[in-house]
């Protein structure tokens, strides 16, 4: 069980280490290598559950099935990417004097603790531990959010700290609801939070609180998941924070608290025994994938319209898991695989074309292609790839959800199509113009880190090709799970 | 028993008393011994129960609400707002009554939304869950009626304490590991805020949060 030791307890060391150390010269290094460590243990713990099933350690304290492992793994995978690109892109930061090396340091170390607290929520078999972990991810990113310190970013974090601060207040008097249920069935005491252990008897929890208490947590996790009309803080904080910032919290917070949403799905469903729960789900998805796509149009900021972008995205994963069903679980799993590596590499992309540009406002980037073919062609592949063109992962996964939406909610299908071709319009002008406009630009001090783009990208294009059978078996597994 | 069901009920109303003190009190200095008030109260509703349930574990708790509520954070608060020198601070609140009015309408609206799950509980302290949640949602009114960012903040930890309340009411308190959970939160949340009111205030040369308006949709 040494593995789930590993995945959290490095992360958790490196940011005390980096909290002292994070301004010296090797810091991106150590950051990096770090993750790096801390990939290669999730690596571990995940062929472990593929071989030998779920899996239940120190007093049923963390729990692990195919569900969070492909979560925990995806999250370690994407964290390391990530801090190989934040790399070069704050040491140039730090050259264009929009940062101090102090403030690198906290980069460095909250970074870290970021990670850390989204793999405890991942792992954590104790819904009350979910909840602490949850916020104690806002908490760690909401000085990132306002690490250049501009009134802009300043709002944003501000913006970002009481929005989700109220919102997971919502889903604490939810997770004490569930527990004043859980309490008659289980007994007082540490247990009676298991997930596990509610999973069990969750035929027996008394139906009238567990759908209130699921209303409350909806709310409250759906705040962090950025689902219409709770997604205020979400377009702020993603366009103000340093970029690695924006592709961690679009890739990887915004899935960990889809997953804690889904997970009080399946103990509420097994109580209710109605589709009380996915319902709202649904409600909730499809409002956010329409609003978001219709807001797409009105951005000038380039990060911001991503972050429209993801809550689009959230939506329509929100929805899949909402309708049920093997097919639409499985799409939605596909889905936050592939998004959460296609928007990374997005804003990877993106944030090295914005340093070398100068400027976020979409209008004043022009010509990516001439300048950096690479950036270029690595922000239009993302984008072709978001959007949902066939060869890559997203095609997949939207083409199953569709098919299910077809099959089960048919009355959905136009609303879904018709947001997707808005999105589409709305995001192809502007990449377009931005790759192959006119321009003048100048040259980075630091080379830019492009591997992670073309690397995401091209297993988004493997899983739009191929995926492979071991995947696709723990999707089936996840999905049972689910249901 | 009939002694404790009473107190704690007279706890609770002190309580609500508090919150809606909360909500109408100007002064930032003010504020921060109410939210003290506030928890010491929690705190000792903690003990009542305890001594009455013999639930030895609200004990503990109570000893962690008392540490946390009624010394640390208010200790924070107070040191916070003589550097960022606000100590004297008078908030411009327009018309006060209509917010009490607005209060009194939501905690009817609590009673009602808590009335089926305090008719589950078996918690002796089950009557005070409408209480709870009233706490709830006037911290909620007190977030939205602020302009000025401690004020906000003070809300939000009001917030947190009419949840402990109801965690209480209904359930005598959550297991001990979340509860301890929460609280690091709380703290580290506070410890975050306080180096955070004075990035707000270099941004914007005040803590008044009606300057943050560049992130809107409609302008951009």
């Known amino acids: 069980m040494s593995e789930v030791a590993f995945v959290l307890g490095l992360p958790l060391i490196g940011g005390l280490v980096l909290a002292m150390y994070g301004d010296r010269q090797a810091a991106a290094r150590l950051n990096v290598l770090f993750c790096g460590a801390t990939l290669a243990a999730a690596g571990l713990l995940a062929t472990r559950v593929v071989e030998e099933g779920p899996l239940l350690v120190y007093n049923d304290l963390f729990f692990l099935d195919s569900f969070n492992v492909f979560l925990v793994a995806l999250t370690a995978f994407v964290a390391l990417t990530t801090a190989l690109f934040s790399k070069p892109y704050m040491r140039n930061e730090v050259e264009h004097g929009r940062l101090t090396s102090r403030r690198l340091r906290l980069y460095h170390s909250m970074y870290q603790l970021f990670i850390f607290t989204m793999l405890l929520a991942l792992l954590t078999n104790n819904m009350g531990m979910l909840w602490v972990a949850m916020e104690a991810a806002t908490l760690t990113t909401v000085l990132l959010v306002s690490l250049y310190r501009t009134p802009a970013s300043v709002e944003a974090a501000w913006k970002y700290f009481i929005l989700c601060g109220v919102g997971i207040a919502q889903a604490l008097f939810g997770t004490i609801l569930l527990y004043f249920a859980a309490e008659k069935v289980l007994g007082a005491g540490g247990t009676a939070l298991l997930w596990t252990h509610l999973n069990e008897v969750k035929g027996d929890l008394e139906p009238t609180v567990l759908g209130l208490a699921f209303v409350f947590l909806l709310v409250g996790y759906g705040t962090k998941v950025g689902l219409v009309p709770l997604h205020n803080w979400l377009p702020d904080a993603h366009s103000e924070g340093p970029t690695p910032m924006s592709a961690v919290l679009s890739g990887l917070l915004l899935n960990v608290a889809l997953y804690a949403v889904v997970r009080c799905k399946v103990l509420v469903d097994g109580a209710l025994e109605s589709h009380f729960a996915g319902n709202l789900m649904m409600g909730f998805g499809l409002l956010s994938v329409v609003v978001a796509a219709f807001f797409l149009w009105r951005q000038r900021d380039v990060k911001r319209m991503f972050a429209y972008s993801s809550i689009e995205h959230m939506g329509l994963m929100t929805f899949a898991f909402g309708m049920g069903g093997p097919v639409a679980t499985f799409a939605g799993l596909l889905h936050m695989t592939v998004h959460s590596l296609t928007k990374s590499a997005i804003f990877f992309a993106v944030g090295h074309a914005a340093q070398k540009t100068g400027t976020q406002v979409m209008d004043e980037i022009r010509g990516l292609v001439v300048t950096s073919p690479t950036i270029g062609w690595g922000l239009m592949l993302g984008s072709v790839a978001i959007l949902g063109m066939p060869p890559f992962g997203v095609f997949a996964s939207e083409f199953l959800l569709l098919t299910a939406a077809m099959q089960q909610q048919p009355w959905a299908t136009p609303i879904l199509l018709l947001s997707l071709g808005v999105a589409f319009a709305a995001i192809f002008i502007r990449v377009q113009a931005m790759v192959f406009g006119d321009t003048t630009a100048k040259r980075l001090p630091h080379a830019p880190a492009l591997i992670p783009v073309f690397v995401h990208l091209a297993i988004v294009l493997m899983l739009g090709l191929y995926v492979p059978p071991y995947l696709a078996h723990w999707y089936r597994q996840a999905a049972l799970f689910i249901g | ?220």
Not at chain 2, 46 to 60: C, F, R
Not at chain 2, 147 to 168: D, H, S, W, Y
């Open chain 2, 1 to 220: 028993m009939a002694i404790s069901a009473q107190l704690i009920n007279f706890m609770a109303a002190l309580l609500l008393l508090i919150a809606f003190a909360m909500l109408a009190q100007r002064r930032i200095l003010s504020l921060i011994y109410l939210f003290a008030w506030q928890g010491l109260v929690l705190a000792a509703n903690s003990v009542i129960v305890a001594y009455s349930t013999g639930q030895s574990h609200m004990y503990y708790s109570a000893l962690l609400t008392f540490a946390l509520k009624v010394i640390l954070l208010p200790w924070i608060l107070h040191r916070l707002i003589i550097k960022l020198d606000v100590r004297w601070d008078v908030e411009t609140l327009i018309n006060i009554p209509t917010i009490m009015l607005i209060g009194i309408a939501l905690v009817i609206f609590a009673f009602n939304l808590a009335l089926p799950i305090s008719q589950l509980a078996g918690t002796i302290t089950r009557s005070t869950l409408g209480i709870a949640m009233a706490i709830v949602l006037l911290s909620f009114l007190m977030m939205i009626t602020r302009r000025k960012a401690v004020p906000q903040v003070i809300g939000f930890l009001a917030m947190e304490n009419g949840l402990f309340f109801a965690a209480t009411s209904t359930t005598y308190g959550m297991p001990m590991i979340v509860e301890l959970g929460v609280a690091l939160d709380v703290l580290i949340g506070m410890l975050i805020l306080g180096i955070f009111f004075f990035q707000v205030r270099e941004a914007f040369d005040s803590l008044d949060l009606s300057h943050m308006e560049k992130l809107k949709e409609t302008d951009r």
